[in-house]
């Protein structure tokens, strides 16, 4: 079984200040990573994913993530940030079972609310 | 500028109605899922489709009934719901092969209130 453990729940920030969104893990199986936010009354939009390769990973709207193994970490960072990236984001594993059985199993951390204020 | 498209975006319904929601997808994926999401809380997994078989069931009860008619569309059949089924369901697609299968892709949700 998988965990994710988002550790901040809201975090407002300043327009074109950096913000670092934190996310951690747990599983007995390796695990690929997911970021999604999710903007008032709408579904989920895919910002960026680990499935291999590079650690440093970079997704839309200039965010970036990078998979530590060692700490099980996943958190998501951007430079600056602006008023439209006000959302909720979500941090998501899904586990790598062989054969693809594990297709849709994505288990998701509590959310992070990211209020950006002018 | 989500490729997977749900229908009805919101839907209000008795407890004694039977309603559909229908969601499509233009990627070519072959795997299909339904995920609800309460009020403030991450979406659930509720069911998997593959290659337009049931694969996945998460113990949903028989008020939910799913349906894929091909491998563009997929159905969930509500009847009989309670009050604290109101929630947004979400439909998600994925290749369905590989890794990359692995990448799930969501569309907008479809708002359901039960009165």
């Known amino acids: 079984a998988q965990s994710v453990t988002q550790l901040d729940s809201q975090v407002p920030v300043f327009e074109e200040a950096p913000v670092e969104l934190r996310c951690n893990y747990s599983s007995s199986v390796s695990v690929y990573l997911f970021w999604y936010v999710q903007y008032p009354n709408q579904g989920l939009q895919l910002l960026l994913k680990?499935?291999?390769?590079?650690?440093l990973v970079k997704g839309i709207n200039g965010f970036e993530a990078e998979f530590n193994k060692s700490q099980t970490s996943f958190h998501l960072r951007k430079p600056s940030v602006h008023i439209s990236d006000t959302a909720e984001y979500f941090c998501a594993v899904s586990p790598q079972y062989a054969g693809g059985t594990s297709y849709g199993k994505l288990t998701f951390g509590q959310g992070t609310i990211l209020t950006v204020h002018p | 500028d989500t490729e997977v498209t749900q229908t009805p975006k919101h839907l209000v319904m008795g407890m004694t109605n039977k309603k559909s929601l229908k969601c499509e997808q233009h990627?070519?994926?072959?795997?299909m899922y339904w995920y609800k999401q309460k009020a403030k809380k991450p979406p659930e997994l509720m069911f998997v489709?593959?290659?337009?078989?049931?694969?996945i069931n998460e113990s949903v009860p028989s008020r939910f009934s799913p349906e894929c008619p091909n491998s563009s569309l997929l159905n969930l059949h509500l009847h009989a719901l309670q009050p604290e089924d109101s929630a947004l369901y979400l439909c998600a697609s994925s290749t369905g092969q590989g890794v990359a299968g692995n990448t799930i892709y969501f569309g907008e949700g479809s708002w359901l209130t039960v009165v």
């Open positions: 680990y499935l291999s390769g590079s650690t």
């Open positions: 489709y593959s290659y337009e078989k049931l694969s």
């Open positions: 990627m070519g994926h072959r795997a």
